[in-house]
């Protein structure tokens, strides 16, 4: 990669993640491309110009999209990778140029650092909060009604996909939303479409024909179309992105084949169980090739982002619902 990018130009991007500044993460991102450091940017939480004086980056994020490895020089299995070094405190990115491995690499960082050292529930959900005060979290796979059911107009949303759980409160990793845009109209979507502004990245979509105006529904890429935006381009959120400890949780689980019922209330080891097995089924529409209901287990609603045991983050479930009146809601959408 150093031979790569000799003589090329790149782009440096200085940025942090955890809204609670007890837990931030500084994080330098430098990619060849300029729309793929615009991402961080997007994503990440934004320094203010005296935090960038003395800025010094904990991890480094370097993402070079036209890269390929070589698979038998280079160790890799295939000519694109994403690459976690917890020793350098270095990803490093090839091959793609979806952007979703910058935000996801970082979060897999965040998904050892901060259980492991920090006592720190690291969830892959969305979150928001009401008038009163009261926090609810949303945990569940693609297709589920996760970003749906959080972006209500009647609550301030902390954020759409990835928080801490600390001993008080719930903070959002990020600085932005990342959306998937298939299908999207103002109808069905108005916080999402409304978003969508100068300055938010579309991935993978065309446009209608003789225009320039996006046209959600072509797939012809890919199912997974998608925008990047800052939450500031939300009206509707919390700044900054903290809550306190949630009053609700929702698992949210796409049941096709009529198993589970509409809507059960679990016990504490309930629901540490069901938090283990992320069940949920895939429906048509969710992913490439996807025509009838599938059966899928993800465990703690994200098993590709966590490098611990899947019962680690069970177990500071478990405590964190310990003598509390939290109530945690199974349900089917």
């Known amino acids: 990669m150093k031979a790569y990018m000799i003589g090329k130009d790149v782009y440096v991007r200085d940025n942090y993640v955890c809204a609670d500044d007890n837990y931030r993460l500084n994080v ?5 491309t300029p729309w793929s450091n615009h991402f961080a ?4 939480l934004r320094p203010t110009d005296g935090e960038l004086e ?11 999209p036209e890269f390929k490895a070589i698979p038998e020089v280079d160790g890799t299995r295939q000519s694109n990778f994403a690459i976690l070094n917890f020793t350098k405190k270095m990803i490093i990115i090839g091959g793609t ?14 998904n050892f650092i901060l259980p492991h050292e920090k006592n720190v529930l690291s969830m892959h959900c969305s ?6 005060g009261d926090t609810a979290v949303f945990f569940g796979l693609s297709g589920t009604g996760k970003t749906t059911l959080s972006s209500d107009p009647n609550r301030r949303l902390i954020g759409d996909d990835e928080h801490g759980w600390a001993d008080n409160t719930v903070f959002n990793f990020e600085g932005g939303c990342y959306a998937k845009t298939i299908d999207l109209s103002r109808e069905k979507e108005p916080q999402i479409y409304d978003a969508i502004k100068f300055g938010a990245i579309l991935e993978n979509i065309g446009f209608v024909d003789g225009s320039s105006t996006p046209d ?13 935006y800052p939450i500031e381009h939300i009206e509707n959120t919390v700044a900054p992105s903290i809550g306190t400890s949630p009053k609700n949780i929702f698992f949210l689980t796409c049941d096709a084949f009529g198993v ?16 283990m097995s992320g069940y949920t089924a895939k429906v048509a529409g969710t992913e490439v090739g996807i025509t009838e209901p599938t059966t899928t287990f993800s465990a703690c609603f994200g098993a590709a982002f966590l490098p611990l045991h899947p019962a680690k983050y069970a177990e500071l479930l478990g405590n964190k619902l310990e003598g509390t009146d939290i109530k945690v809601w199974l349900i089917n959408t």
């Open 54 to 64: 003395n800025f010094t980056p904990d991890w480094h994020i370097v993402c070079l």
């Open 28 to 32: 330098r991102t430098i990619t060849e």
């Open 216 to 228: 959600y529904t072509d797939s012809s890429i890919t199912e997974n179309t998608r925008v990047s």
């Open 127 to 132: 979150a928001n909060i009401g008038e009163a």
């Open 97 to 110: 140029g979806y952007t979703g491995e910058i935000k996801k690499g970082i979060f897999s960082v965040l």
């Open 41 to 44: 940017n997007n994503m990440f």
């Open 260 to 275: 589970l019922p509409p809507i059960s209330r679990l016990t504490k080891e309930q629901a540490m169980y069901h938090f």
